[in-house]
């Protein structure tokens, strides 16, 4: 049966669960042989045994297991994103990219026109497959799941190109953003079946969290007509409210003026402070990016070329060419 020891289940937090998984299925199988008839008395209790000693492993383990879904990084980077390639027919768009992210840190993912970037992000938010690689994000793995879904494991993201409806009001937008934490699903929302309670909830959660980013003022006010970086801002509230772990930002300063940018920066900082974030930022403009990020990965032509501090990244002579050029 490969029944797996306890400490790979403690090594990997879902290893437990997908080898019961694995067992419940091969069960299933089993009772129906594909000649007909029924399975042998020592085959069931064989298979009843393994369930036993599975239920038995799940209490004494659930506690650390329990532990590490929330987001312990006891074992593991908060998100790993190893050896991922993408390629789009015969452009290598992505070659063996790898990095780690710790919890409560803001990473900067930068690089040249044309680096990898954007199609990095889009990966790791589940709008592009990988050709190859693995992202797990708290033991988890991303890649197992639709782009609909990585909110309900706590990640979230903005977009280049905002993403807002015009024609609803900015509460209304940023109530959006917390559809997968209600109760009421299609048939109750069409019908107002015992939902006045839970958006009542919602509205009120949604204008505290626009309060918190100094955007009470426009909550009434239809999306459609505000200034950009005020825009920006109701993109950031929207995740917000959806109670996240991991923030990825795309371009979050670009369309900006500088004073948006660096009042933009100090917002970041303090969402990231005020909610425990861990924040995945793409970004081209570079005084926000060294002043913001307490690390940086850094691609070119698809590949890693460099990842450290922004001190580290800043005397890199491969980035520094990478930007302007090599000298000879």
Not at 296 to 319: D, F, H, M, Q
Request: proline share 4%.
């Amino acid at each position: 049966m490969g029944l797996i020891i306890p400490w790979s289940w403690v090594r990997s937090p879902l290893a437990l669960q997908r080898s019961r998984s694995r067992l419940d299925e091969r069960w299933q199988s089993k009772r129906r042989p594909p000649g007909g008839g029924d399975v042998t008395i020592a085959t069931n209790n064989f298979f009843l045994w393994c369930r036993v000693v599975y239920d038995f492993a799940e209490r004494l383990w659930s506690p650390l297991t329990k532990g590490l879904k929330r987001g312990s990084t006891d074992f593991m980077s908060q998100l790993s994103v190893r050896d991922i390639t993408v390629k789009f027919g015969g452009i290598t768009a992505l070659d063996s990219a790898s990095f780690d992210v710790e919890k409560g840190q803001i990473c900067g993912l930068i690089g040249p026109n044309g680096a990898g970037k954007t199609t990095l992000f889009n990966v790791v938010s589940r709008i592009y497959d990988p050709t190859e690689g693995s992202v797990e994000f708290e033991g988890q793995d991303l890649l197992a799941l639709q782009a609909h879904e990585i909110c309900e494991v706590g990640a979230y993201r903005t977009f280049q190109n905002l993403a807002l409806w015009k024609g609803l009001t900015v509460l209304e937008n940023v109530m959006v953003g917390a559809h997968t934490t209600t109760s009421a699903g299609y048939w109750r929302s069409m019908f107002k079946l015992n939902t006045k309670k839970e958006e009542s909830d919602l509205r009120e959660k949604a204008y505290g969290v626009l309060a918190e980013l100094n955007l009470e003022d426009v909550a009434f006010h239809p999306a459609d007509g505000l200034p950009f970086g005020t825009l920006k801002r109701i993109e950031i509230a929207r995740a917000l409210i959806g109670s996240p772990k991991l923030l990825m930002l795309d371009e979050p300063a670009s369309g900006l003026t500088h004073a948006e940018v660096e009042e933009l920066g100090s917002v970041i900082r303090e969402i990231r402070d005020r909610y425990q974030l861990t924040v995945l930022l793409v970004e081209h403009h570079m005084k926000m990016v060294m002043a913001l990020t307490e690390k940086i990965v850094v691609l070119n032509l698809g590949r890693k070329i460099a990842e450290g501090t922004p001190a580290e990244v800043r005397e890199n002579p491969a980035v520094v060419e990478a930007y302007l050029g090599s000298s000879k």
